[in-house]
């Protein structure tokens, strides 16, 4: 049995080679092994649960229609597929090899591995052996999660440290300690990383995401979402509709967008209600539209709630960050975002996007125009988990942009030269757009709840919040509220 040995010195084993091999083609919804060491093959038109029973047994799935099944003790068992994959319980191996695609383990002790192209991987809890294979892979460990072993780091990997609280690269170094020919990194709490075949002096800083530095931010702006403060005349915190858009409400037909943006002002449509608070949580909602509002929102087949500081703050750089729990609904697309206060565009900064059926991936993007023509920068980022609620933000400097996603950088870009004026807030629920069409036409309303909005200048650079427009008080609270 061929094995590797972990972080902690403990032999972790491959599953041995296949004597027998299954094939779930024409069979579901259960196809079964043996007691032998097993090969099982998924097919991407197949509805098919997996079980491969005793034995080494290794699943090849092409589709989130195919599945494997393991009771505990039954061999070292192993995934195999091209997909996006977070491994069931009591299976512990896992390859994936799409270029893209995230990788993340369960509670065992994981051998976890990438492909040819580009993954983001992460072991979970338990002590794992991870190996990116070829490609920019990230490396994903968060503090309680154990030590890990990465078998590959290459020059164009990077590493993502999350709740461990470094924030400087020399912070890093710092707890760096050669060991023969290993690398090992002490992230504290008896928890280390073993970067295997490296030395000290080959890693770079920009191979390290790490956590936000909150020490020279200063609140600027503040919803916990006590009470819900709609624009009224010239008070109020948030609109309920695009500076431009109709009396009757809006939506972004560029876009591609199937919801109409309900005006909390316009009377016809006051029955429906896409934006409320209660218990310190805003809930906007997506639903398909009554019959009886159609012919007040240009027919269209959905509502749903859009709220903006145009009218009350807006501000140059700083950091801008939501705490919210994303709806995972198909068809839907949740967003925060910043606008230019003098209603040019581009630029657009993209705190956070995420489609409903994709929940584990974090899009952020900035949009500008300074070459002439629409250009962005951005990524589609892996993450293991955005189940409940998360924080999402964006630092927004003269010379920098990055993204962080529960205070732990995902991603960073120079900021372009046309993106330093001030800007605004927005948080809206769209439907279909870059989501596509609801599978199921929302059956299910969808609701993306929010636990606060919150705005802070840099204090080390003196940056102020642009107050020209602002004739309302927002709320603004205390560290500790």
Do not use: C
């Not at 009591?90 to 995230?102: C, H, P, Q």
């Not at 398909?288 to 009350?312: Q, V």
């Not at 584990?360 to 993007?365: K, S």
């Amino acid at each position: 049995m061929a094995t590797v040995r972990n972080a902690k010195g403990v032999l972790l084993p491959y599953s041995d080679p296949s004597v027998s091999h299954f094939s779930a083609t024409n069979s579901g919804p259960d196809l079964y092994g043996s007691v032998r060491n097993d090969s099982l093959w998924g097919d991407s038109r197949v509805n098919v649960t997996m079980h491969g029973g005793q034995g080494d047994d290794i699943y090849h799935l092409y589709s989130a229609i195919n599945r494997a099944d393991e009771r505990p003790g039954e061999g070292i068992d192993t995934v195999e597929t091209w997909m996006s994959y977070t491994l069931p319980a009591n299976i512990e191996n896992l390859t994936v090899t799409g270029n893209g695609r995230y990788a993340i383990g369960n509670d065992l002790d994981n051998i976890i591995s990438g492909g040819s192209g580009k993954q983001t991987i992460d072991g979970g809890l338990g002590d794992d052996v991870l190996k990116g294979g070829g490609g920019a892979d990230i490396f994903l460990f968060e503090k309680g999660n154990g030590s890990d072993l990465i078998l590959d780091f290459g020059s164009d990997d990077n590493v993502r440290l999350t709740r461990y609280g470094f924030s400087s690269f020399a912070e890093v170094k710092a707890n760096m300690v050669q060991s023969g020919s290993d690398v090992r990194l002490n992230l504290g709490s008896s928890e280390f990383l073993v970067f295997a075949n490296t030395t000290v002096e080959q890693f770079k800083v920009d191979q390290f995401e790490l956590s936000l530095d909150r020490s020279h931010l200063k609140l600027s702006f503040s919803d916990e979402f006590d009470t819900l403060s709609l624009r009224n005349g010239t008070s109020g915190t948030w609109d309920t509709n695009f500076w431009w858009g109709a009396r009757n409400g809006s939506t972004l037909t560029s876009n591609g967008e199937k919801q109409w943006y309900i005006d909390h002002d316009y009377a016809p449509t006051a029955s429906v209600h896409p934006v409320d608070v209660e218990n310190g949580v805003l809930t906007i909602t997506a639903a398909r539209a009554d019959d009886s509002i159609k012919p007040y929102i240009n027919n269209y087949e959905y509502t749903s709630g859009l709220l903006n500081t145009y009218g009350s703050f807006a501000q140059t750089y700083g950091y801008f960050e939501i705490r919210a729990d994303m709806p995972e609904n198909h068809g839907v697309w949740p967003a925060f975002w910043l606008l230019p206060a003098d209603g040019s565009w581009p630029p657009e900064l993209d705190v956070v996007e995420m489609r409903g059926q994709d929940p584990n991936t974090v899009n952020v993007a900035a949009h500008s125009n300074e070459t002439g023509s629409r250009t962005t920068v951005g990524s589609a980022v892996g993450v293991p988990d955005t189940e409940g609620f998360h924080n999402y933000g964006l630092l927004w400097t003269e010379d920098e942009l990055v993204w962080y996603f529960d205070d732990t950088e995902i991603f960073r870009a120079q900021t372009p030269s046309d993106m330093h004026k001030p800007m605004y807030m927005l948080v809206n629920l769209a439907v279909g757009g870059a989501a596509g069409t609801p599978a199921d036409g929302l059956a299910t309303p969808a609701e993306m709840q929010v636990d606060y909005i919150r705005a802070y200048e840099l204090s080390n650079a003196n940056i102020q919040a642009d107050n020209a427009r602002m004739d309302h008080v927002v709320h603004i609270y205390d560290w500790w509220h």
